[in-house]
């Protein structure tokens, strides 16, 4: 099994028997967002404060 398959399992199978589809898309977006920040953490891939700061200010024009 692959490792995106076998950890989609796990947070599946972690919902209570209740949990809506929904629920469960949630969850699994959730876990993804994470893990892809985690990587981009590692790589270095993020800005500083400062420069986002910028960004946000240019968008505000």
């Given at each position: 099994m692959?490792?995106?398959k076998q950890k989609m399992q796990e947070i599946?199978?972690?919902q209570p028997d209740d949990a809506s589809y929904d629920d469960i898309i949630r969850e699994l977006a959730f876990e993804r967002?994470?893990?892809k920040g985690?990587?981009?953490a590692r790589e270095e891939r993020f800005?500083?404060?400062e420069e986002m700061r910028h960004r946000?200010?240019?968008w505000q024009r």
């Open positions: 692959s490792m995106a599946i199978e972690s967002m994470i893990s985690l990587q981009d800005i500083s404060n946000i200010r240019t």
